[in-house]
């Protein structure tokens, strides 16, 4: 689905009230610089990319419109039913989850707010029980850096086996 050129304008005009707004500030500054470039780069539709062969703007447009079934007469339409999204929400897999990133919001944020003035109250100047707080915080960046890289090497080799699962060695 093509925009109308009059929303990119807008799209454009809210970037420009947000550097404006916030007085470019560097943690807004990069994500601007980043909307306004991909304004001119990121072609508004397959046909447009000039890195697609032909046959994937093909698949991509046949794919695209299998998913508008209201576009597509053939293709089975979904209808909109509230007993689904009740089901979907009295899921036991979904309410775990709520749970457990419930939880772990909790406790990141509760950390995040609080560490600097715990640490402050136990003697150490605000600059430094500041410094001190970044602690867990970088451990757990680069906890997270080493687990992804134990799941990079088999998601790249399940890549080009064209697999979803490793293959099991008896």
């Known amino acids: 689905m093509d925009l109308h ?3 990119y ?3 454009f005009l809210l970037c420009l009230v947000s ?10 500054l990069f994500s601007i610089l ?12 397959p046909r447009d990319s000039k890195f697609l062969t032909l046959h994937e703007k093909q698949l991509i447009q046949e794919r695209l419109e299998l998913d508008r079934p209201a576009i597509t007469p053939n293709a089975p339409s979904d209808k909109f039913s ?11 897999h979904v ?3 709520f749970i457990s990133l ?13 560490s600097p003035s715990t640490i402050n109250q136990m003697g150490f100047s605000s600059v430094k029980s500041q410094l001190l707080s970044v602690g867990p915080f970088a451990a757990g960046f680069f906890r997270r850096c080493f687990s992804l890289s134990h799941l990079l090497p088999p998601s790249f080799f399940n890549d ?4 979803r699962e490793p293959p099991l060695i008896d």
Do not use: D, N, R, W
Request: charged content about 5%; overall charge negative; glycine content about 6%.
């Open 19 to 28: 550097i404006t707004h916030s007085h470019l500030q560097q943690e807004g």
């Open 95 to 97: 309410i775990f989850l």
């Open 102 to 114: 419930f939880m772990l919001g909790a406790i990141l944020y509760g950390l995040a707010l609080f």
């Open 5 to 7: 050129p009059c929303m």
């Open 9 to 11: 304008s807008i799209i």
């Open 160 to 163: 080009c086996i064209s697999a």
């Open 34 to 45: 980043i909307g306004i470039t991909s304004f001119f780069l990121v072609p508004s539709t």
């Open 82 to 92: 509230l007993s689904e999204i009740l089901k979907s929400l009295t899921s036991i």
